[in-house]
T-cell receptor, first 111, second 113 residues
Framework: QKEVEQNSGPLSVPEGAIASLNCTYS??????FFWYRQYSGKSPELIMS????GDKEDGRFTAQLNKASQYVSLLIRDSQPSDSATYLC???????????FGGGTRVLVKP | EAGVTQFPSHSVIEKGQTVTLRCDPI?????LYWYRRVMGKEIKFLLH????????ESGMPNNRFLAERTGGTYSTLKVQPAELEDSGVYFC???????????FGPGTRLTVL
């Protein structure tokens, strides 16, 4: 079992719809969870961080965390073509330094 | 505030040659990390510096890889001699506080022929 797992996609959504991305992790001691967006050929860009169970909203993005189920998700509301990218789930080791990444989910938003 | 910068952006070398990658973290960030993404795989951790000290180098693949951060500012990652499987994108990241969000550089795409 991989430490951080994501569906590779592509996840194809029509413009204006909600994109729902999922991530599961294996380390029950994990306390922090990050979502990065990566455009092709570019560096990962942090878009959301979440530390507590529940929902966290930032603009069109909502992160949801369920530590009991070891599950973190990202919702993108009103998806735009500019949201087309690979979304990476990243979980620091319990000691808080190195990030363990999932393989990423490619999202395609079609006009 | 300037972001993390990396040099070169691309490097194409022959197997057996040496390559040195450079990373300049965000000013004031004591923590500097190296990661690598090989084709078709997820981004993987290589090592972590706190200032000039190696805090964790558990991800370094073998002794052909040498990372330094003299003076606690920029860092270099040298691959000597390079092998075909070293091809990939090498990312550098930094943060001020251990455990907080890491900010990534644009990466160096290394191709070993």
């Amino acid at each position: 079992q991989k430490e951080v797992e994501q569906n590779s996609g592509p996840l194809s959504v029509p413009e204006g719809a909600i994109a729902s991305l999922n991530c599961t992790y294996s380390d029950r001691g994990s306390q922090s969870f990050f979502w990065y967006r990566q455009y092709s050929g570019k560096s990962p860009e942090l878009i959301m961080s979440i530390y507590s169970n529940g929902d966290k909203e930032d603009g069109r993005f909502t992160a949801q965390l369920n530590k009991a189920s070891q599950y973190v998700s990202l919702l993108i509301r009103d998806s735009q073509p500019s949201d087309s990218a690979t979304y990476l789930c990243a979980v620091p080791k319990a000691a808080g330094n190195k990030l363990t990444f999932g393989g990423g989910t490619r999202v395609l938003v079609k006009p | 505030e300037a972001g993390v910068t990396q040099f070169p952006s691309h490097s194409v070398i022959e197997k057996g040659q040496t390559v040195t990658l450079r990373c300049d973290p965000i000013s004031g960030h004591d923590n500097l990390y190296w990661y690598r993404r090989v084709m078709g795989k997820e981004i993987k951790f290589l090592l972590h510096f706190v200032k000039e000290s190696k805090q964790d180098e558990s991800g370094m693949p073998n002794n052909r890889f040498l990372a330094e951060r003299t003076g606690g500012t920029y860092s270099t990652l040298k691959v000597q001699p390079a092998e075909l499987e070293d091809s990939g994108v090498y990312f550098c990241a930094s943060n001020r506080v251990w455990g907080n969000e890491q900010f990534f550089g644009p990466g160096t795409r290394l191709t070993v022929l």
